[in-house]
C-alpha cells in the first residue's frame, strides 16, 4: 500500500430540499448561483445542480423530497462559501437584508471575516472572505462590516497579533504546502 495520501480538494456539496424550487430560489436570487441542470432521479425525486464557476459543473446540488428538520446556530453543519473581498461580503449582507433573512452574524474568526445565516430551509451558510493574517483557530469576535476595510484590517490585527499561531497567512500557507509536500 502507498504510504502518501492523494491529495483531495472539495468538489461539491448536495443538500436535501423539503422546497426544491423555493431553496434553489434562494441561492440563485439571493446568492447568485445559477442553475446549469436539473432533473429527476431514479427514486422519483429531482436533483438541481448549480453554479458561479465556469470550471465547475456543480459546486451545489440539491435534491428534493426532505423531512422537515429542527436546525440551530450554524456554527456545526453548514456550507461555507467562499468570496474574494470585505465589499463583497457588504453586498451579500445587503442581498441577505433584502431577501428578509434574520439573524444574520457577523464574525472575525481572526483568518477570516464571515457572515452566519440561514437559508430558507435552516440550512447552515457560512459566506466568508479570508484576512491577511493566520492565527490558530478557533477563533471568534464581532465585526463591524461598516467600517472601511483599513479598519477592519487594523482592528483584526489588534485582535490577534498576540494569538497563538498569528504570522500573515502566506507565510503559513507556504509552510503549510511544505509540510504537505513532507507528508
Same mark, same amino acid.
Given at each position: ?7 483531495? &480538494? ?5 443538500? $436535501? /430540499?423539503?422546497?426544491?424550487? *423555493?431553496? =434553489? =430560489? ?7 448561483? !445559477? +442553475? ?10 429531482? +436533483? ?11 459546486? @451545489?446540488?440539491?435534491?428534493?423530497? $426532505? =423531512?422537515? *428538520?429542527?436546525?440551530?446556530? #450554524?456554527?456545526?453543519? !453548514?456550507? $461555507? ?11 451579500? *449582507?445587503?442581498?441577505?437584508?433584502? =431577501?428578509?433573512?434574520?439573524? #444574520?452574524?457577523? @464574525? ?7 457572515l452566519y445565516f440561514t437559508d430558507c430551509e435552516g440550512n447552515g451558510v457560512e459566506c466568508? #472572505?479570508? &484576512? ?7 477563533? /471568534? ?12 484590517? $487594523? ?7 498576540? /494569538? ?8 503559513? *500557507?507556504?509552510?503549510? /504546502? ?6
Amino acid at each position: 500500500m502507498n504510504d502518501r495520501s492523494p491529495r483531495l &480538494s472539495l468538489g461539491h456539496v448536495t443538500l $436535501a /430540499a423539503q422546497d426544491i424550487e *423555493r431553496l =434553489a =430560489a434562494f441561492y440563485c436570487d439571493v446568492l447568485g448561483f !445559477h +442553475i446549469t441542470n436539473r432533473g429527476p432521479v431514479p427514486d422519483g425525486s429531482e +436533483i438541481v445542480f448549480l453554479s458561479q464557476d465556469p470550471q465547475e459543473h456543480h459546486q @451545489i446540488a440539491m435534491v428534493s423530497g $426532505a =423531512a422537515p *428538520r429542527d436546525r440551530g446556530f #450554524v456554527m456545526v453543519d !453548514h456550507l $461555507a462559501l467562499r468570496t474574494d473581498t470585505l465589499d463583497d461580503l457588504r453586498a451579500l *449582507r445587503a442581498r441577505l437584508e433584502d =431577501a428578509g433573512v434574520e439573524g #444574520v452574524i457577523p @464574525i472575525c474568526h481572526g483568518n477570516a471575516w464571515s457572515l452566519y445565516f440561514t437559508d430558507c430551509e435552516g440550512n447552515g451558510v457560512e459566506c466568508f #472572505v479570508d &484576512s491577511p493574517f493566520h492565527v490558530a483557530q478557533p477563533f /471568534a469576535d464581532g465585526l463591524d462590516l461598516d467600517l472601511p476595510d483599513d479598519e477592519i484590517v $487594523a482592528t483584526t490585527r489588534r485582535l490577534v497579533e498576540n /494569538a497563538p499561531e498569528f504570522q500573515p497567512l502566506e507565510e503559513w *500557507r507556504t509552510a503549510f /504546502a511544505r509540510r504537505l509536500q513532507s507528508s
